[in-house]
């Protein structure tokens, strides 16, 4: 209970930094600090009984289909492990809450606290899925952490997350694996296993993706890159990440999976190799830097490599002398993080070629930074000394020939070397060795004692490190899985080689301090003609070259290639499929009498309409064709049986002919001209898909008897529903989540026909006349001379629509009534919500065609109120059912003075108001024509877009919708007035 | 099959205009494919029953299959929705051809 008690306060911490930073702003960090203690305390009893020898855990099942549970176990390291993240992240707390800018940093506290809760999950995670959730919310919190520290933490945050989640890709793998050849997802279980003796080379390839995902938290080579990059985060964040959590996360999953992997000669040589490379490569790009904080990354680098090459070496030594190490590092390294901190705070710099002498004006800043570093380069009598002995002890103890041991010993020592000299340049650099004349600014006391604290601890636990015997002595237990090794670290073991490799390197650190001014100079030369982001960046265009060129294999913007794929598909798979099936199997006869002498008569005439079609250069012939083929198909499908359906397409025919007429007032007169060629080409394509369609028609369709379904549809539906049209029935009872989805098709597409529309500029969507490169001259028939009726027939459009605006107002009742009628009648007779709207619909087409000049039909906002009230209507009728039947969109039956009423009338309804709101868009956006000379200052396409959402608007807005200011906001304005909207801000 | 052969004069009208250049010329093509489509799912439903599926007034026996013709209806429903999203395509910058490119603004590589 205490583990869970634990991540519960922790939890906690995350909601309650909403209303601390509210109430206190930065300052939240001092409570905060306080919460980090409340859940060490709880933690207590935890760490109490991982001591007594047992290993408290806690367990619910998760996902118990797949064995996956929310599994937490404390152990050796994991103690350790949640103690440093609990006990520095309050710390670090505490320094924020001075060092940051005064203002309510919510977004900082709130991402700390996650991130904390998130580590000590992974810690104390004995499940392999929630340790790999736990350690991708670890890689997700620190990129957010870079992130919102600006533009130069942009690119950088980036960079993070790209190494990172390559590790957390290598992890999940990892994890995949085991889980699949252990059959269990218990982390415990799996490293017990007996598959990592047996089958070295499964442990090889596990243990190389467990490498490479600790790598790349732990910032090894390649993977180092990003720890520098980081540095762009405000430094309480590197202070407790970069030096003692996110870097830590890495290592701890390298000693975590040590069991499994550490007699298996790939993890030695990977993690050895790759540690002491990383070791000698950082430290000695830290020699490097001028800015103290980037060193302090690379210092980072160098130390953690010396971490994981012990932790390959794989023996209890090796393994006792990395968690030390881990400890001391977490340590003073976030004591140096925070002091670099103060030094910049004070200075307004961490350029070391900017700094002034420091160590007059702050004696006890200097005091500090000399013990941090004194302990990391391991002067005795600090906690740094003993860990990097004990380092030596552990690399020297590698299995194998005895050269092994101390070629490591030789790395190290070589990377220790160099660690004295950037230390020497960190301290003397930062504190001495300036001469610039700055102003320094008074130190905050808070922010020095904070810092002091982590350093100051490394001297009396350097003094008195038998205290960490047992508890080390448990961590390491955790990792080897072999016996309790008993380590006795002290400071003084008497003489050995380590001891006299630790007087070397302090021999030659103190030549290094003598000469250091004529040394820096050499060493700031870069190594490297390349950093990591330009490498980084370099590997970004190579992959988006490579990329480019594999897709312009088959990009192109004209969509005839693509179909001409797709048709040619269909025609290869139906004529071969076809083929075999007449070869090999005999057809079943054909049922009924499937043909009917007016069928040829309606073929020839859809022929000819086609080819019509087909054939006319003129967009208005072209139009008519089509729409003969509508109505032709109309008389099929009457002729079929199908009366709502015939009903159905005559509506949505003549619909579907005023909008393209709208459209066509736009464009120019003919189509293009093809050649000859391609037209040809085409031809025979088209022509083999018709015969591989008309085959697939012959051979599949007719040759059963009515369906099971349209047996019982026929015979049960008066007895279920009580309605006799089957079709109608079918639409709104039976299959009624289909025509849900149906209707909000209807209304997505009239959204999205908004959404595209006020995304082009206007001048883009209308181009004036001028600039059109489109537009051809305005036909001017011959015409007889200006008086006559003729010539006002085509240049006075008011009186040719009198008629029609007379016939219009009787007219539109009626259609109005008969709209009403087919929605009553819908369940019995044909009829229904879609053949009603469509009546509805013509009401809305007559009065639009009715009117001399374009006007808008309706209020401007009423089609996408249709639209989405239709949407709520159908879905809350399928919420009721679901409330009072227990099924979505089960109808409900009752009696309303004498007459038989259900709710799906009412999802009918719904589905009227969806296909109104479509139309009521289609016309009044696509019909929209202001610039056609004539009428220059009607509406433009773009301001009814606008106004559909906004309301009624004096003119086009100037912004598009995707843009920032993304909505009205204050820099919008119309592009006609230059006048600002009434409503500002929405 | 009569309707067959109505099905493939179709198909092939369809994909000669959706093949072409001009973006209203592909709107009519979809137009005619889905007429053959909708056809083609009337037709699966055993074109040898042609009664209206009206229980009131049709003989069960000779009712036609009343699944594929609420399929049918939704389809021309929705395809009307296709056609009108892809005229306002064609529409955009007064251009349907659909080898240039229309200006809107954007910059292509994003």
């Known amino acids: ?986 | 099959m009569i309707l067959a052969i109505t099905i493939g004069v179709l198909v092939s009208g369809g994909v000669y205009l959706l093949l072409q250049r001009s973006m209203v010329r592909m709107v009519f093509g979809m137009s005619l494919l889905s007429h053959a489509v909708n056809l083609s799912l009337l037709s699966a439903g055993v074109p040898g029953w042609r009664g209206d599926p009206l229980t009131d007034r049709t003989p069960t026996a000779l009712a036609a299959d009343p699944l594929p013709q609420a399929f049918v209806l939704t389809a021309i429903v929705i395809s009307f929705a296709v056609t009108v999203i892809m005229l306002m395509f064609a529409v955009l910058g007064h251009n349907d051809d659909t080898y240039r490119m229309p200006a809107t603004g954007e910059t292509r590589d994003r």
């Open chain 1, 1 to 986: 209970m205490s583990l869970l008690g634990t991540l519960g306060v922790l939890t906690l911490s995350v909601i309650l930094s909403f209303p601390l930073t509210r109430r206190w702003g930065r300052t939240a960090g001092w409570p905060l600090a306080g919460i980090y203690l409340v859940a060490t305390a709880v933690f207590l009893p935890a760490v109490l009984a991982v001591v007594s020898g047992q290993s408290p855990h806690w367990t619910i099942p998760w996902v118990p289909v797949m064995g996956v549970n929310l599994a937490l176990r404390a152990d050796g390291i994991g103690v350790v492990f949640s103690l440093i993240a609990l006990l520095i992240g309050a710390l670090v707390f505490c320094y924020a809450a001075t060092y940051l800018k005064a203002e309510r940093q919510l977004s900082f506290y709130l991402v700390m606290t996650t991130f904390t809760l998130s580590m000590v999950g992974l810690v104390l995670a004995d499940d392999m899925v929630f340790m790999f959730i736990c350690w991708e919310l670890t890689s997700i919190a620190s990129f957010l952490l870079i992130a919102r520290s600006g533009r130069p933490g942009e690119m950088a945050s980036m960079r993070t997350l790209l190494v990172t989640f390559v590790g957390g890709l290598a992890f999940l793998t990892a994890v995949v694996l085991i889980i699949s050849r252990t059959a269990t997802t218990s982390v415990t279980q799996a490293l017990l296993d007996p598959v990592w003796q047996s089958d070295p080379g499964f442990g090889a390839t596990v243990g190389a993706l467990v490498a490479v995902a600790g790598f790349s938290k732990a910032a090894q080579f390649p993977f180092h890159i990003w720890l520098p990059d980081a540095m762009a985060a405000p430094t309480p964040v590197s202070a407790y990440l970069h030096a003692a959590a996110v870097v830590k996360a890495g290592i701890f999953l390298l000693m975590r999976f040590s069991p499994a992997f550490h007699h298996n000669l790939t993890w030695n040589v990977l993690l050895v190799v790759t540690g002491l490379f990383t070791a000698i490569l950082g430290a000695r790009i830290a020699l490097e830097q001028t800015d103290l904080k980037r060193l302090l990354a690379y210092s980072t680098v160098s130390q953690l490599g010396l971490i994981v090459a012990t932790i390959g070496i794989g023996t209890e030594a090796a393994l006792t002398a990395a968690v030390l190490h881990t400890i001391a590092h977490a340590l003073f390294k976030s004591g140096l993080f925070m002091m670099v901190g103060l030094i910049d705070h004070a200075t307004h710099t961490r350029d070391l070629r900017r700094m002034p002498q420091l160590y007059r004006r702050k004696p006890w800043s200097f005091a500090v930074m000399l013990a941090g570093c004194a302990s990391m380069v391991g002067l005795p009598p600090m906690l740094g000394f003993v860990s990097k002995e004990a380092l030596f002890t552990g690399l020297l103890d590698a299995n194998g020939a005895a050269w092994v041991g101390w070629l490591a010993l030789a790395g190290a020592a070589l990377a220790s070397v160099m660690t004295f000299g950037y230390c020497v340049k960190m301290a003397f650099g930062g504190f001495v060795d300036g001469t610039d004349d700055r102003k320094v600014h008074p130190t905050e006391a808070p922010l020095l004692i904070v810092a002091a604290i982590p350093i100051a601890l490394g001297l009396p636990l350097g003094l008195g490190v038998g205290v960490f015997d047992t508890a080390i002595g448990l961590a390491a237990e955790a990792t080897v899985h072999e016996g309790t090794p008993e380590p006795h670290f002290a400071l003084w073991h008497g003489p050995s080689a380590e001891l006299a490799v630790t007087a070397v390197i302090i021999a030659l650190g103190i030549c290094f301090a003598i000469w250091r001014k004529r040394l820096w100079r050499r060493f700031e030369r870069p190594l490297t003609p390349f950093d990591g982001p330009q490498a980084i960046q370099y590997l970004r265009r190579g992959t988006r070259r490579v990329g480019s060129e594999l897709t312009s294999l088959t990009s192109y913007d004209h969509p005839a290639r693509h179909l001409i794929a797709i048709v040619g598909a269909l025609v290869v798979l139906l004529g071969a499929g076809l083929s075999y099936l007449y070869a090999a199997t005999e057809l079943p006869a054909s049922r009924g009498n499937l043909n009917r002498p007016f069928d040829v008569v309606l073929l020839g005439l859809i022929a000819v309409s086609v080819i019509s079609v087909c054939r006319s250069q003129s967009r208005l012939a072209a139009t008519v064709s089509l729409s003969a083929v509508g109505i032709l198909m109309t008389v099929q499908i009457f002729l079929l049986g199908a009366p709502d359906v015939g009903l159905t397409q005559l509506l949505v025919e003549s619909l579907t002919v005023i909008v393209i007429m709208l459209v066509l007032q736009r464009l120019p007169l003919r189509f293009t001209k093809q050649p000859v060629r391609r037209r040809v080409r085409t031809a025979v394509i088209a022509g083999l898909a018709g015969i591989c369609a008309a085959a697939a028609t012959w051979t599949f369709a007719g040759r059963r008897d009515r369906s099971a379904a349209a047996e019982y549809f026929l015979t049960e539906t008066k007895g279920l529903t009580g309605g006799y049209n089957v079709v109608n029935v079918i639409l709104v009872e039976f299959r009624a989540l289909d025509t849900l989805g149906e209707l909000t098709v209807l209304g997505m597409a009239g959204v999205a026909v908004v959404a595209v529309l006020s995304t082009v500029r206007t001048r883009l969507l209308d181009p004036p006349p001028t600039r059109d490169p489109n537009r051809e001259p305005e036909a001017t028939p011959l015409l007889r001379p200006r008086g006559t009726p003729a010539f006002r027939a085509i240049h006075h459009a008011w009186p040719n629509v009198v008629g029609l605006q007379i016939v219009v107002r009787f007219v539109n009742p009626l259609l109005a009534v008969v709209s009403a009628l087919l929605f009553l009648r819908g369940h019995n007779a044909p009829g229904g919500g879609f053949i009603a709207a469509l009546v509805g619909s013509c009401i809305v087409g007559l009065m639009y065609l009715s009117t001399s000049r374009d006007r808008q039909i309706g209020p401007p906002r009423m089609p996408l109120v249709l639209i989405s009230g239709g949407i709520l209507v159908a879905v809350g009728t399928g919420v009721w059912g679901l409330i009072a039947k227990g099924s979505f969109l089960e109808p409900l039956h009752g009696f309303v003075g004498g007459a038989h009423l259900t709710s799906s009338m009412l999802f009918d309804l719904g589905v009227y108001a969806a296909v109104l709101g479509l139309i009521l868009v289609a016309f009044n956006l696509l019909g929209a024509s202001a610039v056609t000379g004539e009428h220059p200052r009607g509406e433009e396409t773009r301001e009814r877009a606008d106004e559909l959402v906004e309301g009624e608007l004096p003119g086009p807005l100037d912004t598009v919708r995707g843009e920032r200011p993304a909505r009205v906001g204050p820099r919008t304005s119309f592009v006609t007035s230059g006048r600002r909207p009434k409503e500002p801000g929405r």
